[in-house]
C-alpha cells in the first residue's frame, strides 16, 4: 500500500485534534513533519506521533521549512484564519498538493491570489470543508439531484454556535478568535453552512453567486459574559472591551440562476448547536434541524400543526432512498474520527486524492467563491447593508463546468 507523508502547519484545538483522531489512525499515511508558531504544541503534537507510530517526525516553528522535507507529499494547513491563505499559496508555490482548513478571507485580493497561486502551479489544492460531507447535508443533496425538491428556489444555513467561552479566554488560551471579534464585523465564518448549499446550487458549475447584502446586530453578548464571569480578573485586557463583532449577522446572497441563500451568524449569545440547514424547492424542502422531508402533497392538512410535528425526524424514512451509503455502512471507529464521521470521509477522499493524483471535490475555485462572503460581508455592513458585487473567480469557466457532488450520489439519480 502506498503511504502519503503529510506535513502538518499548525497544531492548537483543530491541528492536534485532527492529528490524532484521525490522520494517525490512517494506515496510509505517514506524519513526516510538524509545525506551529508554539514550541510546547509541537512539543505535545510529536509525542502522539511517537506513541501511536513510534518516530518523531521533523518539528520546526518556521512552516517554510515543511515544505524542504525530503519526499513529503502534501501538508494540511489548519493555522489561523489570519495566515491559512498565505501559507497554502506558498506550498502551492512549491509545488506541494495542499489541503486548508476553512475561514473567512480579509480581501478580495487573498483569494484571487490563492486562485492565481492554483492557476500557475496547478499544484492540488483541497478546501477542507468537512460539513459538505455530512450525513444530512448528504441526504438533501441526493434529494435535490433526484429532482424529488423541484426546482431549487431558496436554501439557508448558519453557524449557530455559543462561542463567549472560546472568544473570551483567547489571550489566556492564545486563540485566534478573540482579535477578529474585538475589530473586525462580518460574516466571519460562512463555510459550513454556505459549503453544502453551493454544492447542492452548482456554484461555480453551471451557476454563480452575484452579489450579497449583510446586516449586523449590536454587539452585547461578549461584553455582557465578560462581566458577568469577571473575566478581566484573568485577563486585564478584557477590562471594558468593546467589541466590534456584531452578535448576529444576516447575510442575504443572490445568484445567476434566480436562488437566494440565507446565512446566519450566531455565535456570542447563549444557544444550542445549529447550521440550520434547509433547502427549500418547488416540490419540498429539507429542513436539517428536525431532519424532516415535506413533499408536495403529502397530506392534504399539512399545514397543520399535528402534521408539521408528525414530519419530524422523518428523514430517517428517506435514508435508504437517500443517504449515501458510505453513512449508512459506517462503522462505530470512522465515526470516532471526528464530528461524527464526517472528518473521517473528508480526510479520506483528500488522501486518495493525493494518491491517485485526482482533483479535490472541492477546490481553490469553491474557497475563494465561499471564503470572499466575509470580506464582501463586511463592506456591506461598513455601508448600511449596500449590496456588494461577488466575483467569478473562475473567468466566465463556470458556464461549461461539469457539476460536481463531493461523493457519488448515483444511487439516488432517477
Ligand atoms: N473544519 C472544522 O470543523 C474546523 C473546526 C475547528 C477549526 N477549524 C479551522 O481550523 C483552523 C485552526 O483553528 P483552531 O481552533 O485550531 O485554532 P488555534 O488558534 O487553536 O490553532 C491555530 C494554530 O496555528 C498556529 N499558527 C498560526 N500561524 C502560524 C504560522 N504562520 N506557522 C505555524 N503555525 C501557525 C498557532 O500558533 C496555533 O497554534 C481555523 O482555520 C479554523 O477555522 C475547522
Not at 502506498?2 to 483543530?14: N, S, T
Not at 478584557?238 to 441563500?261: A, H, M, P, R, Y
Amino acid at each position: 500500500m502506498k503511504h502519503v507523508k503529510i506535513g502538518v502547519i499548525g497544531l492548537g484545538q483543530r491541528g492536534y485534534s485532527v492529528l490524532k483522531s484521525n490522520l494517525l489512525k490512517m494506515d496510509d499515511v505517514d506524519i513526516v513533519g510538524l509545525c506551529d508558531l508554539y514550541e510546547d504544541r509541537i512539543e505535545k503534537a510529536a509525542e502522539a506521533v511517537k506513541e501511536i507510530r513510534g518516530y518523531t517526525p521533523y518539528c520546526t516553528r518556521s512552516y517554510e521549512e515543511i515544505f524542504g522535507i525530503e519526499g513529503i507529499e502534501a501538508v494540511y494547513v489548519v493555522t489561523c484564519w489570519e495566515t491559512h491563505v498565505k501559507i497554502s499559496i506558498d506550498s502551492m508555490r512549491c509545488g506541494i498538493p495542499v489541503a486548508c482548513e476553512v475561514g473567512g478571507a480579509y480581501s478580495l485580493e487573498e483569494c484571487y491570489a490563492l486562485v492565481q497561486a492554483y492557476e500557475e502551479t496547478k499544484t492540488p489544492f483541497a478546501f477542507m470543508e468537512n460539513c459538505c460531507f455530512n450525513n444530512s447535508e448528504l441526504m438533501a443533496t441526493a434529494a435535490v439531484r433526484s429532482g424529488a425538491l423541484g426546482r431549487i428556489v431558496h436554501c439557508s444555513g448558519a453557524y449557530g454556535h455559543d462561542l463567549r467561552e472560546e472568544v473570551s479566554y483567547g489571550n489566556i488560551r492564545r486563540h485566534y478568535r478573540l482579535e477578529n471579534y474585538l475589530h473586525r464585523n462580518c460574516e466571519n465564518y460562512p463555510t459550513h453552512e454556505l459549503g453544502p448549499i453551493a454544492k447542492i446550487l452548482n456554484i461555480n458549475r453551471g451557476n454563480k453567486f452575484l452579489s450579497l447584502v449583510s446586516v449586523a446586530s449590536h454587539s452585547f453578548g461578549l461584553e455582557e459574559y465578560i462581566k458577568d464571569k469577571k473575566l478581566y480578573e484573568q485577563d486585564a485586557a478584557l477590562k471594558d472591551v468593546s467589541f466590534k463583532q456584531g452578535d448576529v449577522v444576516n447575510t442575504i446572497i443572490t445568484c445567476e440562476g434566480g436562488e437566494t441563500i440565507l446565512l446566519t451568524l450566531d455565535t456570542t449569545l447563549p444557544r444550542s448547536y445549529s447550521r440550520a440547514f434547509t433547502v427549500r424547492g418547488t416540490k419540498g424542502m429539507y429542513e436539517m434541524d428536525t431532519n424532516s422531508f415535506f413533499f408536495d402533497g403529502m397530506k392534504e392538512d399539512f399545514n397543520t400543526c399535528a402534521y408539521y410535528k408528525r414530519c419530524i425526524d422523518n428523514g430517517k424514512e428517506y435514508e435508504e432512498r437517500f443517504m449515501p451509503s458510505m453513512w449508512l455502512n459506517m462503522t462505530e471507529e470512522q465515526k470516532k474520527r471526528g464530528h461524527g464521521g464526517m472528518d473521517y470521509f473528508i480526510y479520506r477522499e483528500f488522501v486518495d486524492c493525493v494518491k491517485e493524483g485526482r482533483e479535490f471535490p472541492i477546490d481553490v475555485y469553491d474557497a475563494a467563491a465561499w471564503m470572499c462572503i466575509t470580506c464582501l460581508s463586511a463592506a456591506s455592513i461598513e455601508n448600511n447593508g449596500a449590496p456588494q458585487a461577488i466575483p467569478d473567480f473562475t473567468n466566465g469557466a463556470y458556464k461549461t463546468r461539469a457539476p460536481l457532488d463531493v461523493v457519488n450520489l448515483e444511487k439516488t439519480s432517477c
